[in-house]
């Protein structure tokens, strides 16, 4: 793990419940936190264009994004969730099928009005948003640490689901955002867009996405933590 990056998570996390900006759930630490605002960010990243124009959206998991997957639900959009911790993959919300537009955009209720699929039945993503713990204006983000949103781009991206031309956004407080140019390795995910309840930042990036899966940099306890990763890396395997 990043010494770097964890120092930057771990003074991030404290400034955040210092500055009481931190909301529920806690504690924050060692989570994508939730933050003052994020219902206001998620109605800002609504107002884009690319929003407006997008008919499939994936959206992280965690809490300061679910009103963005409470939006798209409203506005009839598809949505794809990944389970969290990829354990059972990924999740499908189609709007016609829910009832709550609150509840289907939580965890239980994803699972409830939405449908486990393969990698194959997912259709084709407009907009790719991630939760992050800080980021800069240069396009670099940090999670919480463990990966999984570049698990589940390099997953999408293999087969063919996301391209370098799907914009990748994050929602966070301003107080996430760094001016620190901190190191980055070949599996991160770039942001296109950064999103706080106050501005919408567009970014000129400087790197690419990932186009695949760099296996050799995949720890082997997550290949076998990850069904879908671990199905994934015997057809590559029997595919060399």
């Known amino acids: 793990m990043s ?21 529920f759930p ?10 003052v605002g994020s219902r206001e960010a998620a109605r800002k990243l609504a107002e884009l264009k690319i929003w407006k124009d997008s008919k499939t ?39 016609r099928q829910t009832i709550d ?21 997912i259709p084709l993503i407009d907009l790719f948003v991630v939760g992050s713990v800080a980021v800069n204006l240069e396009g670099l983000r940090i999670g919480k640490g ?4 570049e698990i589940e781009w390099a997953l999408l991206r293999t087969k063919n689901k996301v391209s370098e031309n799907v914009p990748i956004v994050t929602t966070v407080h301003e107080l996430q955002i760094v001016d620190i140019n901190f190191s980055y390795m070949l599996y991160d995910l770039p942001l296109d867009i950064v999103v706080t309840p106050n501005r919408v930042v567009w970014i000129k990036r400087k790197i690419k996405k990932p186009d695949r899966i760099y296996w050799d940099l995949i720890d082997e306890n997550k ?12 057809e590559y395997e029997n595919s060399s």
Do not use: C, H
């Not at 537009?101 to 194959?120: D, P, R, Y």
């Not at 290949?223 to 015997?234: C, D, G, Q, S, V």
């Open 223 to 234: 290949i076998k933590e990850i069904p879908i990763l671990r199905k994934l890396k015997l």
């Open 146 to 149: 463990e990966g999984y949103s």
């Open 101 to 121: 537009f609150g509840f289907a955009s939580t965890i239980k209720g994803a699972f409830k009005f939405g449908k486990l699929v393969n990698l194959e039945e």
């Open 3 to 23: 010494t770097e990056k964890e120092k930057i998570r771990n003074t991030i996390w404290k400034l955040l419940e210092d500055k009481k900006v931190a909301t």
């Open 26 to 35: 806690f504690p924050v630490r060692n989570r994508i936190p939730n933050f």
């Open 57 to 95: 959206i994936a959206v992280n998991p965690d809490a300061p994004q679910k009103p963005i997957r409470e939006i798209a639900l409203k506005e009839r959009k598809t949505l794809v969730m990944s389970t969290p911790r990829l354990k059972n993959g990924f999740l499908l919300v189609e709007p």
